[in-house]
């Protein structure tokens, strides 16, 4: 076995070279996918930074979440979208390492986020009186700084134990970016163990994210019912229901590709689904949690009406 095992340098992303007739198109689309994404997620970032009435826990949670969406998306579509013009579409075996590292961080990092944002909307409806003392800047600082740190300790192993492993003469990735699953496909070694543990990690980090996030929100919803006025009750649901649809499609594309055994999902249909996650929910969450919400709409229409009265003078 030891002499069929060579030192693999690089890595040939087959991507979606499968329909070589729309790799133009695909450029297209997803290149203003990703303008759009990080123009959005740029707004809010510039909003809440210049808006002194947004610099409440809330916003800057979504500020976070905003340069985290930028890192994220960036760490998987500058490299598919120079994939898709070049021939050769390759990657070296330590960008391959580099790229899974961000993107598991990132990923877990937006997990953590994400039920901190709940629990924070969760104190502001449900424990309104008790929010300012709850939710201080320290408060803050704390989830925010955790979720980060937190999120960079989940992503180490995986990436730790992929990278370990060996892999043969064949080097061809049929997916977009590197992923675990093609990966753990492509490798000579026993995969058995690598496979349990992100197993298990993905349970444990996804799950208990996921079931915070869902009593958060029953907490919420339940809240709203009691509120004897119906514009107050429209204006509240309207908020977290939103907030509800961007961490149900993140979190259940998520849990479809990482709580199940993914090598025995078709190539296909693993790409479809991790456009979902990769590139789609970066671009939703500047639009659902930033422009659905009345705050950050009002703060970025005092801003532009600021704007074009200097341009005036």
């Known amino acids: 076995m030891e002499g069929q095992i060579s030192t693999v340098l690089e890595f040939r992303l087959l991507g979606f070279s499968g329909n070589p007739q729309y790799q133009i198109l695909l450029f297209i689309v997803f290149l203003v996918i990703y303008i759009l994404t990080i123009l959005g997620n740029f707004i809010i970032i510039s909003v809440v930074t210049l808006e002194p009435r947004l610099h409440l826990p809330m916003y800057k949670f979504l500020k976070n979440l905003s340069f985290l969406e930028v890192c994220y998306i960036s760490t998987i579509v500058p490299k598919m979208l120079a994939n898709l013009l070049a021939e050769r579409k390759s990657i070296s075996f330590s960008g391959c390492m580099a790229q899974l590292f961000y993107f598991v961080t990132l990923g877990a990092t937006e997990c953590y986020l994400l039920a901190a944002m709940a629990y924070d909307r969760y104190l502001a409806v449900c424990e309104p009186l008790h929010y300012i003392v709850a939710m201080t800047a320290e ?120 709580v199940r055994p993914t090598y025995r999902l078709s190539s296909e249909l693993s790409k479809a689904v991790s456009v979902l996650y990769t590139v789609v929910t970066p671009l939703l969450n500047p639009v659902i949690y930033g422009l659905r919400n009345k705050g950050f709409k009002e703060a970025l229409q005092k801003i532009v009406i600021r704007h074009h009265r200097l341009h005036a003078l």
Not at 196 to 224: P, R
Not at 231 to 249: A, D, E, W
């Open 139 to 258: 408060s803050y600082t704390r989830l925010a700084v955790g979720s980060w740190i937190t999120g960079i300790f989940t992503g180490f192993l995986p990436c730790l134990m992929v990278s370990r492993l060996h892999f043969c003469s064949c080097n061809l990735i049929d997916h977009f970016f590197c992923d675990i699953s093609p990966l753990l496909k492509l490798s000579c070694s026993d995969t058995t163990v690598t496979e349990a543990v992100i197993f298990i990690l993905s349970l444990l980090v996804l799950s208990s994210c996921f079931l915070l996030i869902l009593v958060s929100y029953l907490l919420i919803i339940l809240s709203i019912l009691k509120i004897p006025s119906t514009s107050g009750k429209r204006m509240t649901f309207s908020t977290c229901s939103s907030h509800l649809m961007v961490v149900t499609i993140y979190y259940g594309t998520m849990i479809s590709m990482y």
